[in-house]
């Protein structure tokens, strides 16, 4: 074990726990966004797949996302358990760190991306349902996608696409897989007739707050190292985070005529989001940029193209799905090899192909995590059906689905 670089492994551990928080930030995120009858259920949603997909990761998952590639499409079973998962480096992944390392780093992204879906589904879904959806989800979907972009031998990988920290595994499977939810469970009873107000701003921004600050270990602990490419990430992701935060909040002022805290909060989520792909890619002006087009990019599709029309609770399609698109195509035109030799210089830096390379991984993965998505629903909504009764609806899913209130009257 020689090879064991003891500032490398202490930062992807460091990293794996800062991802681990975003999972209840989240929780918190989503939780302040809801009606004050449903605040425990949809934290509850984010909280329960810390253990469910820590489970699973282990005993298969990882295995499925990372395993040795069968075609090209999907790991094989030969690490299933963590068998052969040791302490020693794997080369093809991670070589100055640990094995197990390498693995308990990407759970953390495994546990947080179906989370990131139950946003569009809140105040209406069964719990059994959900557990049953989530872990059927990350099995035929993450861990074939992580794979296909991430794994060795992955065939998405090997046409060249560039996804640094998860913007077409993570935000654009969970934000097109939420859009189908949002369709196929429907409205929320009284969805355009009645107040469904924010309870707590301030839990949200709490939320936001703590995503922020654990992103750094989403995008900087990709580099897998300790190194300056690990600092180049970091910068990026502050600065599309920024960026994005104020260009959503003017973009909400101007529309609306006051600053929203809620948008400010909601635009910096969206910056991560669109700077996960490129962020050990691009330069921090390119950063930047990137940011501006993901706030105002995704402030469009909530306001314009989503809202009132689809009942996509928590916004996740026009937050993850978009700003991933907007992300993962900004990589084809920004990325240079002047910041990561091991990536590709993009449209900018004279390569046209990168950005069609990157549409392609958009379009095939998106229509692959929709159509598993919906046949899924489809499944369970006929054998245990998806949606709670009409009457839990109006009392709320914390005492219908948990028996437990959030605040005592």
């Not at 809801?34 to 425990?40: A, E, I, P, T």
């Not at 690490?79 to 093809?92: K, R, Y």
């Not at 920290?165 to 499977?173: D, F, L, N, R």
């Not at 910096?268 to 087009?293: K, N, S």
């Amino acid at each position: 074990m020689d090879a064991i670089n003891g500032a490398d492994t202490a930062w992807v551990l460091i990293s794996a726990a800062l991802v681990m928080l975003m999972t209840p930030a989240l929780g918190l995120f989503y939780g302040g966004m809801v009606r004050g009858k449903n605040v425990l259920s949809t934290i509850m949603h984010s909280f329960f797949m810390l253990a469910l997909i820590s489970v699973q990761w282990v005993l298969i998952g990882y295995s499925l996302a990372f395993g040795p590639s069968l075609g090209g499409f999907i790991g094989g079973l030969d690490w299933i358990g963590l068998n052969g998962v040791g302490l020693e480096p794997n080369p093809d992944y991670a070589a100055t760190i640990p094995h197990q390392g390498f693995m308990v780093y990407q759970l953390m992204f495994a546990a947080i991306t179906p989370a990131l879906i139950s946003g569009a589904f809140a105040e209406r879904k069964r719990f059994k349902a959900f557990v049953i959806f989530s872990l059927l989800w990350s099995t035929l979907v993450y861990a074939p996608v992580a794979h296909w972009v991430w794994g060795v031998g992955g065939w998405i990988r090997a046409l060249g696409a560039l996804d640094f920290a998860g913007g077409t595994v993570v935000h654009i499977t969970s934000g097109v897989s939420a859009l189908v939810c949002a369709i196929v469970l429907g409205k929320r009873l009284g969805y355009g007739d009645e107040p469904m107000q924010p309870h707590n701003v301030t839990m949200t921004v709490l939320g936001t707050a703590l995503l922020w600050f654990g992103w750094f270990g989403f995008n900087a602990g990709s580099a897998l190292g300790s190194g300056a490419l690990s600092v180049s990430a970091f910068v990026t992701t502050n600065t599309a985070a920024a960026m994005a935060a104020l260009t959503w909040m003017t973009a909400s002022w101007v529309r609306h005529k006051q600053p929203s805290v809620l948008g400010a909060a909601a635009g910096a989520v969206a910056g991560l989001v669109g700077i996960t792909p490129a962020a050990g890619f691009v330069t921090p002006m390119a950063a930047l940029i990137i940011g501006f087009l993901a706030g105002l990019g995704c402030f469009l599709a909530v306001e314009l193209l989503v809202r009132g029309r689809v009942d996509d609770a928590l916004d996740v399609f026009g937050v993850h799905g978009v700003g991933g698109i907007i992300g993962a195509l900004a990589t084809g035109i920004f990325a240079t090899k002047a910041v990561n030799a091991a990536g590709a210089d993009g449209l900018l830096y004279g390569n046209p192909g990168q950005l069609g390379v990157q549409a392609l991984a958009i379009v095939v993965v998106a229509a692959y995590a929709a159509a598993v998505t919906w046949g899924l629903l489809k499944i369970l909504d006929a054998t245990i059906g998806l949606r709670v009764s009409r009457e839990e609806e109006h009392r709320g899913l914390d005492t219908t689905q948990h028996g437990e209130v959030a605040y005592q009257a």
